[in-house]
């Protein structure tokens, strides 16, 4: 479960930084857009990358070897 939320995690924030057009324009992603304005969803975006990446680290702690 851990890479998975790595992998999540750093997807997001590329999508962010790189400011793709199709993430932003996902009718999922819309209501983020619409609410907040583009910079604001991708503000919102990179913020939940991090805690994908957060949870990532936490699961890697926790999860037996």
């Given at each position: 479960?851990?890479?998975l939320a790595y992998?999540?995690?750093i997807f997001v924030i590329v999508a962010v930084l790189v400011d793709w057009?199709?993430?932003f324009e996902h009718p999922r992603a819309r209501f983020f857009v619409d609410a907040?304005?583009?910079?604001g969803a991708r503000v919102f975006?990179?913020?939940f990358g991090c805690g994908l990446l957060c949870?990532?680290?936490y699961l890697r702690?926790?999860?037996p070897a």
């Open positions: 479960m851990a890479p992998l999540a995690g057009n199709w993430f907040f304005g583009r910079g975006y990179a913020i949870l990532g680290f702690q926790v999860q």
